[in-house]
């Protein structure tokens, strides 16, 4: 069997802070066909690489060492079907409507291959970009997340490098949250470590309540450690419906 998919997300600025705020910006927009083959889909959509984000589970000050886009454009990708619990993603991201002496006609590539099993997930990404054809414009990204779900807890940890012009970053995150009826408690501490640049570590907690179905009210306080910078903390209150 083949079966057709189309997925569609969109929304503006409703604060009207920009002069943009009328307009409405696509942030999923893509179509596919799926099977015992696996699934192909061309649009703007999730970038695989995600998947190894297994930290970012929170809100506002959640994933925010994070290195990629957290979605594509001018994309095409292909999934796996599941071989043992594993399946594999390749996505390419083309130029778009760039000019051709400026942009590469292949922007990026992004490789993800993972699985679960049991209460286990562990997911490995790699992703190659180079948008222009200026020098240094290269990026090279890896990412490994692994996973702990069972018994009101969920554990996630994810290491990610970048390497963009001879420039290192490290990315180590560690997100829990441990669910009491409709309340979910929430830990995570990062660290983003840049070769001769700013050393950060960021610790969070936050506590969040069920209100009914999809939604839910949460407090988050977290605490930024810069090297260079100014230390800051950060609160946040909010509401907000998952889909």
Request: hydrophobic content about 35%.
């Amino acid at each position: 069997n083949i079966e057709m998919s189309f997925g569609e997300e969109s929304g503006r600025d409703s604060d009207g802070s920009t002069d943009d705020s009328t307009i409405l910006s696509f942030r999923q927009m893509h179509a596919g066909v799926r099977g015992d083959f696996g699934e192909m889909k061309i649009g703007r959509f999730t970038n695989p690489f995600v998947a190894t984000y297994t930290h970012d589970i929170f809100e506002h000050n959640s994933g925010v060492f994070e290195q990629t886009a957290f979605r594509i454009g001018d994309a095409i990708s292909y999934t796996t079907p599941k071989f043992g619990g594993l399946d594999a993603t390749l996505a390419i991201i083309g130029e778009g409507e760039g000019d051709d002496a400026t942009f590469e006609d292949v922007d990026a590539v992004v490789a993800r291959i993972g699985g679960t099993f049991g209460a286990i997930t562990a997911q490995v990404a790699y992703m190659d970009s180079e948008y222009t054809q200026a020098a240094g414009g290269d990026k090279e990204h890896t990412s490994v997340g692994l996973a702990y779900d069972a018994n009101n807890l969920y554990l996630g940890l994810n290491f990610e490098t970048e390497d963009a012009a001879g420039t290192d970053t490290d990315v180590v995150e560690f997100a829990a949250r441990y669910t009491v009826g409709k309340t979910n408690f929430g830990f995570a501490h990062g660290s983003e470590d840049i070769s001769g640049g700013e050393d950060t570590e960021r610790t969070m907690v936050g506590v969040y309540q069920n209100l009914g179905g999809s939604a839910d009210a949460y407090v988050e306080l977290a605490s930024f450690d810069r090297k260079i910078a100014d230390d800051s903390n950060r609160v946040t209150i909010g509401y907000r419906v998952q889909f």
